[in-house]
């Protein structure tokens, strides 16, 4: 399989501890975005990279949360002293800025890592 | 902000019946324009998509969409529904940056 992956599919963690996601784009593909979606709504924007430089990042993602794209590849988000409210799926996504010369083109998403905290 | 906006959060339709799900948006200028879909216990896949161009957009399994500049927007049809199309539709978009905003959602559900 040769789309996005993430890594795990499922979490569930107590209130107050740390937790990682791993994402790994489609090969090639330079922009990598991180969403959350919660029950009945879109995905929500949470932060995006080009290459290894997180170029934005929402203003509803707190401190607690941080990204990382170490070499350009793949990317892996942490949360730390989750709360409840942090429960919810996280979407991984990439694109390619080339195929349209340096335009947004289509993101292709990743299953998702379902986050329970209890 | 920029958005996009979907109004019907919930369809239910009957096989063979004509769909349109509404979508509207408040970029001015550039426009970049998706459909996405999500079957149940699976990924965001694109439906179509506008950049440019024409504006009747043709997509996946027999889905079309309308950019309407006049009217900001761009809504999804299908003329006939099928069981299978039973899922989530997202509309998203972007005006001039590279990160695409998403609609809330509408879950269409058909019947056999």
């Known amino acids: 399989d040769t789309g996005v992956s993430q890594n795990p599919r499922h979490k569930i963690t107590k209130r107050g501890q740390n937790v990682t996601f791993r994402c790994d784009p489609i090969?090639?593909?330079?922009?990598l975005y991180w969403y959350r979606q919660t029950l009945g709504q879109g995905p929500e924007f949470l932060t995006y990279?080009?290459?290894?430089?997180?170029?934005?990042k929402s203003r509803l993602l707190s401190d607690r949360f941080s990204a990382e794209r170490p070499k350009g590849s793949f990317s892996t988000l942490e949360i730390q002293r989750t709360e409840q409210g942090d429960s919810a799926m996280y979407l991984c996504?990439?694109?390619?800025?080339?195929?349209?010369?340096?335009?947004?083109?289509?993101?292709?998403f990743g299953q998702g890592t379902r986050l329970t905290v209890v | 902000a920029q958005s996009v906006s979907q109004h019907n959060h919930h369809v239910i339709l009957s096989e063979a019946a004509s769909l349109e799900l509404g979508c509207n948006y408040s970029?001015?200028?550039?426009?970049?324009l998706f459909w996405y879909v999500q079957y149940p216990g699976q990924h965001l896949q694109l439906l179509l998509k506008?950049?440019?161009?024409?504006?009747l957009v043709k997509g996946i399994k027999g889905f079309e969409a309308e950019f309407i500049k006049s009217k900001f927007s761009f809504n999804l049809r299908k003329p006939s529904v099928q069981w299978s199309d039973t899922a989530e539709y997202f509309c998203?978009?972007?005006?001039?940056?590279?990160?695409?905003?998403f609609g809330r959602g509408t879950s269409l559900i058909v019947h056999p």
């Open positions: 998203a978009g972007s005006g001039g940056s590279y990160i695409p905003t």
């Open positions: 506008y950049f440019s161009g024409d504006p």
């Open positions: 996504a990439s694109s390619s800025s080339r195929d349209r010369g340096g335009f947004l083109t289509e993101a292709f």
């Open positions: 990279f080009q290459n290894e430089a997180q170029l934005e």
């Open positions: 090969s090639e593909h330079n922009r």
């Open positions: 970029y001015g200028g550039t426009v970049n």
